[in-house]
DNA sequence: GATATAATTTAGCCATGACTAAAAACTACG
DNA sequence: CGTAGTTTTTAGTCATGGCTAAATTATATC
């Protein structure tokens, strides 16, 4: 398991530690406080095994811990939350672009995957993939160094009416609802035609392809839109 | 982690236990025994680990194991060897095919890809494949349903001077030798001549491509030929 | 067939990373 | 500003799969 962590590292890390994280890194991204219950319910495991792990993570200088405190990653830590997240999205894009995986599949396989990627596959893949700048959800991909980009858009539910745009991110991974997404053309880069937002969080009715579809409003939400003029 | 395994097996199988059923499947098709510290010496682990680990598969009934005597393989532990090894292999051709990964380093990078290899990926890579019946170093995929060919040829040492050969097979995954052979232009399916076999385990004088080179006898036994005017 | 040597197994230890249950510490409200 | 309720931490358990050291069993030789 070649891997490609800033030197500062000593003790190699585990799936779990790389889990850990990659979810608090999520977290901090939210903008959200990351508090103990935050991180293990995102992770999925008990609070009290949350409360572990990171002091385990604070002492190798990954998070910064005191307790009842939020969780906070430090440079290394982020450094090595955004090595995974890379591979992780490479994966992602991979497999969906060279293998047909359709994007509601891709996140699932990756996130196993994502753990055992040596640098030299990694470096092959973005290699074959032309250094690609995002995933096949629209979510940026951290650059080998650790940089990541802002990507643009604003949600369709927020956007102006009778406007055609292009749906540039869709901040969701649940895997049915980016089938059901799919399933009505909503895939990344598509273009939409935006014809009316319904008040008090009402369904927004979008065209895409020739078809006229009604949105839940949570959902409209997630979808990360463009003016379609633009560039 | 999607595995395939015979429905018979209750519990789920961690890599661990798949490494060893993978070496107990492997030690096997050698012929010889697999004797306790033929296991532990493979697989690189003491010999307490592995009688501890022999215990644990045959009370999921995955070998066959009598105290002091030598491990087999059930039915059902063939089926599970069979299917890491069939991810493995395409993982391997996968890799060498598809990033341009070479023939030297693919084992080891399928080596920790193979335990998270889903149904679904498995599929998707033979397809892309073609359905592929050898891997880079010509050693046989397992099909789906477990079964698996013989690979017919001999070693190079032992065939008769004066006459070309096809190189079918390579028995051995260590890097530095693939990477040696692979140098001097021994790929799978290139054509060599054997120009003369020196007698008491000599070098192996063979031309490859229009130039000539000396084998090291042992390592003119792991190359297996067939005769290239044979179709 | 006794005994030396080699192979195998047993017994017990350790780290990991989950868990539950109980204690402690924060927060917020009356 | 004290107490109820929530969050977090602590303490201790468990399974996993390595390990070492010691006991046992097989084997092989005289």
New binding site residues.
Partial sequence: MTKNYASEIS?PL?S??EDYLKAIYILETRGEQV???ALSEYIG?????A??????LAQMDLVI?R???AVALTPTGRRVALEILRHHRLLELFLHKTLDIPWDKVHEEAERLEHVLSEALEDAIAASLGYPKVDPHGDPIPSKNGEISHTPGLPLSQSEAGRAYRLVRVLSQERERLAYLGKLGLHLNVEVFLHEQAPFDGPVLVEVAGEEHALAADMAALLQVVPASAE
Avoid at 45 to 49: C, E, I, L
Avoid at 51 to 56: A, D, E, L, P, S
């Fill in positions: 003790s585990s779990s530690h508090t103990n219950s495991f008990t609070p009290a095994s409360t572990n792990m990171v002091k385990k811990y307790p009842h405190q």
